[in-house]
């Protein structure tokens, strides 16, 4: 089969299954099989597949075709400059996570040598980001998933990036500080909502790192007593979340308690300064 029959079918078989994006999905897995970009793909259209690929895509195809989300099929996906490992033991990095990283950056810049503490670090891919783009940033991630904590220590060795990880329950209060900068990306979603969510997200995420009540309250609670004086907390929030979770901040003693934008001009990132 050629490259080119071999995404028309793929992409049929994903669209009739319910994927998002059945034909961008089909050409990255046959761009995958034969080691090309989608670029170079498009480019070399009337390759054909020999016996091995033809089987190899015919697996990854059926994986996608059960929903199992694609970063998971492909076992890595890209987060801001590094490309990480990632399986069903933590979370797919997503494009809104990128935004928390860009406001964590810009609240330690001024800093030489800030202690940034990622609260529920998963696959690394906040940690490791802060650590590639802040070289001086000394990052430590913590997570209650061991298995998490696995992935995010391959991808450091993967990066070649120095941070460190701790196994650790946020709901027992955060490692002593004082931190320059706690980042988080909790558990957000309700138990009620997820029966709404994509199948790819209900059901192969995990759901200890996506579905909870309270970690938010908890991240913001410990981090009043870990980070310095002028210190920042920065969080992911739900959609339609920023409002209280603003309102927390602010309760706690946190000042100029803001908001910002997703790329879905949807609030999602709300950060704080630790003011005494």
């Avoid at 075709?65 to 694609?70: F, G, I, S, V």
């Avoid at 810009?106 to 783009?133: C, K, N, Q, Y």
């Avoid at 790329?263 to 005494?276: F, N, Q, W």
């Amino acid at each position: 089969m050629k490259a080119r029959r071999a995404v028309d079918e793929a992409s049929e078989r994903l669209a009739s299954a319910g994927c998002d994006s059945p034909r961008v999905d089909a050409e990255i897995l046959v761009s995958h099989v034969l080691g090309l970009s989608r670029s170079k793909l498009a480019l070399e259209s009337a390759r054909k597949l020999s016996r091995s690929e033809d089987k190899a895509l015919e697996r990854l195809v059926a994986r996608r075709e059960a929903r199992e989300p694609l970063a998971y099929v492909l076992g890595e996906w890209g987060f801001r400059r590094l490309t990480l490992a990632v399986d069903r033991r933590v979370l797919v990095p997503r494009p809104e996570t990128e935004i928390v990283v860009e406001r964590c950056l810009a609240r330690i810049a001024g800093l030489a040598e800030p202690r940034v503490l990622d609260v529920g670090t998963g696959s690394g891919a906040i940690a490791l980001a802060i650590s590639d783009e802040h070289p001086g940033a000394r990052v430590t991630g913590i997570d209650a998933s061991s298995g998490a904590l696995e992935v995010a220590g391959a991808n450091a060795l993967r990066t070649g990036l120095a941070i460190e990880l701790r196994e650790w329950d946020l709901y027992t209060g955060l490692p002593e500080g004082p931190w320059d900068l706690v980042v988080s990306n909790p558990p957000y979603v309700q138990p009620e909502d997820v029966a709404s969510l994509q199948p790819e997200v209900r059901d192969w995420e995990p759901r200890v790192a996506l579905v909870g009540r309270g970690a938010t309250e908890a991240v913001a609670r410990g981090a009043v007593d870990v980070l310095r004086k002028g210190g920042a907390l920065v969080l992911e929030v739900a959609w339609g979340d920023a409002a209280r979770v603003t309102a927390l901040l602010g309760g706690l003693g946190y000042a100029d308690a803001t908001t910002t934008l997703d790329l879905a001009a949807r609030d999602r990132v709300v950060e704080g300064t630790r003011v005494s």
